[in-house]
């Protein structure tokens, strides 16, 4: 089902690597993926989370304080994906919630996962070894047009004109937005007038949204780290001053509301 980035010719398992009829071969790493982005479709020599970023993201998500979005998203698939599909988690990370529902799904279906970064996705392969794991631009799928029954996207940049080349009609799109309330706790305390988020799906034309749902609990921060790693998780950190930051991170514990938005669009 993968196609070659280069010539776009289907892509097929020889041993330890993929290759298409024109004879481009990609190379099966030691933890089960295949990198199928090529240099242009690269920003930076390493784009995407660093390894630092994602070994702290996988310390937190590894806690269960996510496991609530974890269940829904597992739901979802349950009631919209049918016995034998093909599902991609556009944007995987670490792999956390990809592992999650495969572990608790009911139905076989054939999972792929992409990146864009290489550390994710290893990390993700080798949880997710039944997965087929690629390091890729979501921007750039390597998949045949309508090709695919689903695919999630969980705080993740993403493509409404590629959602929908790779989509079948029919098929669907999960998406995981921050709800209004998302961590405004931890917001009080770093802005002088904090704000509420506006709550937005996704805008894709060529689908129509027929569920949404908001996952929201509350969750307690005992220790520092769990508090510095959440924090640094969001696009908060990287827009908010070192001074205000401080403010946060200098904490030993917090009650924080984890508000998800979770939005599910099906092809017309």
Not at 41 to 50: A, F, I
Not at 233 to 259: G, V, W
Request: aromatic share 12%; charged share 30%; hydrophobic share 30%.
């Amino acid at each position: 089902m993968l196609k070659c980035p280069k010539c776009y010719k289907e892509l097929r398992r020889e041993g330890s690597c993929y290759r298409c009829e024109n004879g481009h071969s990609y190379d099966i790493s030691k933890e089960g993926y295949v990198n199928l982005m090529l240099a242009n479709m690269k920003h930076s020599r390493e784009p995407g989370d660093s390894p630092e970023s994602l070994r702290s993201r996988e310390a937190f998500l590894n806690k269960g304080y996510y496991q609530p979005l974890a269940e829904e998203l597992t739901s979802i698939i349950n009631d919209y994906i049918k016995e034998g599909a093909s599902f991609l988690d556009a944007g995987c990370g670490t792999g956390y919630y990809l592992d999650f529902i495969m572990k608790n799904i009911d139905k076989k279906i054939s999972f792929f996962a992409t990146d864009i970064a290489k550390k994710g996705v290893a990390m993700c392969a080798k949880k997710c070894r039944e997965a087929t794991c690629f390091v890729g631009n979501v921007f750039h799928l390597p998949f045949g047009e309508e090709s695919l029954d689903g695919l999630m996207s969980i705080f993740c940049p993403y493509s409404g004109e590629e959602f929908s080349r790779i989509v079948r009609k029919g098929g669907i799109v999960i998406a995981v937005t921050p709800g209004s309330h998302h961590l405004i706790e931890m917001k009080e305390v770093v802005y002088d007038e904090p704000y509420l988020n506006e709550e937005k799906g996704y805008d894709l034309p060529d689908f129509e949204c027929v569920r949404q749902t908001k996952v929201t609990y509350e969750m307690d921060l005992a220790e520092n780290s769990d508090i510095a790693t959440l924090w640094c998780m969001t696009p908060y950190y990287h827009t908010t001053s070192k001074e205000n930051n401080e403010r946060l991170l200098s904490l030993t514990s917090i009650r924080a509301r984890a508000d998800f938005l979770v939005s599910v669009y099906e092809k017309k």
